[in-house]
């Protein structure tokens, strides 16, 4: 029998990523990564490769793919500029816990540290921002560099692995053979179940009069939303989400009470300081859900399950932490749960949805339709989507908006960037989004601010025929620091306000079809005609210029102490 034909590293890194059920990848050419190139041209009809327009684009459209799919995204860079383009994105993943492996290209190993063309650490400057990262300096070493990342990035609390592969590594030849990595010598990414702490937890469930379930990402990365719900029902326990939370519970749910935090529905925030326990589930107890920490939750005990031991008594001192899996922990609690009628805890939810209708709702719409408020064009486009659209916004009042008003009822539908907080996110995370779920509705929405740091990407969605629908809501302000400097800077309003260009053209030269709406009287039909249209479509909405998301609970401040107006 005749010897296997060695083959170069840069057909070997291919083979890898097939290996691995990689079927796309977002990426951008340059002088460090030519011989990965050269070999890609001749694997088309088995990886598709998206050409972005920017490196960030690249790595946030390999993060909406993820998020959408529950996929490991993958991108694929230069050395250099093309490396540092990435940072963002991976720091952005890493706080939302999105499974990602960067491929970037790197001078020949002969070469680093002497200031080469295009050298850039990328190792050390990506180090504190990834879950995992490693220089490839040998073609040999490309196989296993791969399985690791893999295995890495999706296992575990998920994150971004960083491969950095010189260019020497991807001409050299040797034999290659690949095995996906199960195992790693200390690293125990499904942590053992402690029966005897669920055992507690199920105690402290069945004697609690006001419980309250916090649902974070990690039930979703878990894909735990149906033992959730099947333990929630057990309990007869409400159900409260965090930002990244949003769509593992449907809104429809008789157990939902709304989204927690600095722009969450009163309810939810005002069960939180009324609960006497709070179950948190795969959420990390961040500074824009728990406010001041010393008035958080001050009548109850607090049980928080992560997969992630890190996580545990970090920000909020827990009576009960349990590392575990979320779906493994709420499959061995319903065992034990006994049902309780809580109907007249759920009715501070009722009341606290009416107060915020009559507070935060009403006030925003306008009878006489002289003016549009995000939360018409929201709630319009819920109404026609009927909750069963891909919503992925970029960062700001934009943002809140559309957390608060859209309508899920399956998960995985809500995508934005939640600790970073990364203004420029939405476009080419949502080109992610709809390549990666086609046969779904993916609806970007953005403000004009954070569209514009990224909408070079409308090159992207012309070429690849992306069909991709997107709503920019326009009012010509950086809205959410507009309104800090409104409440709380004597509306001293520094460089935040905005000359725009005109955004229909820009997409009509990009061949995407196109509208504005000014008034309110126009503003169904257009959203109908954006869900109607069979490609990509472009509606710009002119809205309201100092409207504020409410309500609000001030930095630093207690949940107690929300504001429902200016």
């Not at 012309?462 to 302000?477: A, E, S």
Request: charged share 20%.
């Amino acid at each position: 029998m005749a010897n296997k034909p060695k083959i170069k590293g840069a057909e070997a890194l291919l083979l890898s990523l097939i290996a691995e059920g990689t079927d796309t990848i977002f990426g951008y050419p340059g002088g460090q990564v030519i011989p990965i190139y050269d070999h890609l041209y001749h694997f088309t009809d088995r990886i598709n490769h998206i050409l972005t327009r920017h490196e960030q684009g690249a790595v946030h459209a390999a993060q909406g793919y993820a998020r959408a799919t529950g996929k490991v995204g993958v991108c694929l860079v230069t050395s250099g500029p093309g490396a540092t383009n990435l940072v963002t994105g991976i720091a952005d993943a890493m706080l939302d816990s999105t499974p990602l492996v960067c491929i970037t290209g790197q001078v020949p190993c002969s070469l680093l540290g002497t200031d080469a063309f295009q050298e850039a650490d990328t190792i050390s400057m990506t180090m504190p921002i990834s879950k995992w990262n490693y220089q490839v300096t040998q073609a040999s070493e490309i196989p296993s560099a791969i399985a690791r990342a893999f295995y890495i990035a999706r296992s575990g609390r998920p994150g971004p692995v960083v491969i950095d592969i010189s260019k020497n590594a991807q001409v050299e030849e040797f034999d290659f053979s690949y095995k996906p990595c199960i195992y790693l010598r200390s690293y125990k990414p499904h942590p053992e179940l402690d029966l005897t702490l669920i055992d507690q937890a199920v105690q402290m469930i069945n004697a609690a009069d006001k419980p309250l379930l916090l649902v974070g990402q990690g039930v979703k990365l878990a894909n735990a939303e149906s033992k959730l719900l099947e333990f929630a029902e057990a309990a007869g326990v409400p159900m409260a989400s965090t930002l990244m939370g949003i769509s593992a519970v449907p809104n429809n749910h008789p157990l939902f009470v709304g989204n927690l935090g600095m722009h969450g529905n009163l309810a939810a925030n005002e069960m939180t300081q009324r609960s006497d326990l709070i179950i948190a589930v795969g959420m990390r107890f961040s500074d824009r859900v728990t406010g001041d920490v010393k008035n958080y939750a001050p009548n109850a005990k607090i049980i928080h399950i992560d997969v992630d031991a890190a996580e545990l008594n970090k920000n909020i001192k827990v009576d009960l932490p349990i590392h575990a899996d979320a779906a493994d922990a709420l499959e061995a609690m319903k065992r034990g749960i006994s049902y309780k009628d809580r109907s007249k805890w759920m009715a501070v939810a009722a009341e606290n949805n009416k107060k915020e209708y009559e507070d935060v709702v009403l006030p925003s719409t306008d009878p006489q339709g002289e003016y549009i408020s995000m939360y018409d064009v929201i709630s319009t486009l819920a109404e026609v989507e009927k909750g069963n659209a891909v919503i992925v916004t970029d960062v700001g009042q934009n943002q809140m908006f559309s957390a608060r008003y859209s309508k899920f009822n399956q998960t995985r539908s809500f995508i934005t960037s939640g600790g970073l907080g990364t203004m420029g996110f939405g476009l080419p995370a949502a080109m992610g989004a709809k390549l990666g779920v086609p046969d779904r509705e993916v609806v970007a929405i953005m403000g004009d601010g954070g569209f514009q740091m990224t909408m070079q990407e409308l090159g992207t969605i012309m070429q690849n025929h992306i069909g991709l629908k997107m709503i920019v809501l326009n009012n010509t302000y950086l809205g959410m620091v507009r309104q800090w400097q409104q409440l709380f800077f004597g509306k001293r309003y520094s460089f935040t306000q905005l000359e725009n260009p005109d955004f229909p053209s820009i997409a009509a030269a990009y061949g995407i079809a196109n509208r504005r709406v000014e008034r309110l009287s126009d503003l169904k039909a257009a959203i109908q005609e954006l869900a109607d249209a069979p490609g990509a479509y472009f509606l710009e909405v002119d809205v309201l210029p100092e409207e504020n998301v409410f309500p609000m609970v001030p930095a630093g401040a207690s949940l107690s102490d929300t504001i429902c107006k200016e």
